[in-house]
C-alpha cells in the first residue's frame, strides 16, 4: 500500500500504464489525455455556406478509447449560400468509432435561440470513423429533420463517445 488518509503523494510519473481495481486487462488505464479543440459547423454539403463565431470552444478528456467533450459555438453570422444538407460539427480531437449504428455517441444538445418546434427534440450523432458529429431534430415517430441554426444562436453540446 501506498499513502493513507492523512499523508498522499501529489504527482506520480509511471512509464507504463496502471491496473487500477484488479490485474486483468479491463483493469490496465493505458491511456490519459485531456485539451481543447475548436469546433467548427457547417453543412454536409457546403457550398457557398459560411459561418462565423462570436464564442467557439471545446474541451475533452479521453480516457481509454472513451472520450468525454463539451463545446459551445455562439454564432455571429450565418448565411447557408448554396449550401445543403445537414449541419454538422467539424474538428473533433478523435475519430467516433464504427459500432454498427448511433451506439459510439451519446450527447446532449443545448440550442438558444434556435428555431426547434414543440415537441421536437434536438440530438446529436457522431458520423463512424470521421472526427464529425452530425446534428438534428426529432420528430414523432422517430425521423429526424434538420435542425435550423440562425445568427446570434449559441449550441451547446457535451457527450461521450467510443473512438477507435
Not at 64 to 87: D, K, Q
Request: charged share 5%; hydrophobic share 35%.
Amino acid at each position: 500500500d501506498l499513502g493513507n488518509s492523512g499523508v498522499r503523494f501529489k504527482d506520480l510519473y509511471l512509464s507504463g500504464g496502471v491496473h487500477l481495481g484488479g490485474t486483468g486487462a479491463a483493469n490496465y488505464l493505458s491511456d490519459y489525455e485531456e485539451g481543447t479543440f475548436a469546433p467548427a459547423m457547417t453543412l454536409s454539403t457546403p457550398g457557398t455556406s459560411s459561418f462565423s463565431y462570436l464564442a467557439q470552444t471545446g474541451q475533452y478528456r479521453k480516457v481509454g478509447n472513451i472520450v468525454t467533450f463539451t463545446l459551445e459555438l455562439r454564432m455571429n453570422t450565418i448565411s447557408y449560400g448554396t449550401g445543403s444538407g445537414g449541419l454538422i460539427i467539424n474538428g473533433f480531437p478523435f475519430n467516433f468509432a464504427n459500432t454498427g449504428g448511433y451506439g459510439s455517441s451519446l450527447c446532449t444538445i443545448f440550442l438558444a435561440g434556435g428555431a426547434i418546434a414543440s415537441g421536437r427534440i434536438p440530438t446529436a450523432s457522431g458520423y463512424s470513423n470521421t472526427a464529425t458529429l452530425g446534428l438534428a431534430q426529432m420528430i414523432s415517430g422517430g425521423a429526424a429533420i434538420a435542425l435550423v441554426v440562425s445568427n446570434y444562436n449559441t449550441i451547446q453540446v457535451s457527450g461521450t463517445y467510443i473512438t477507435p
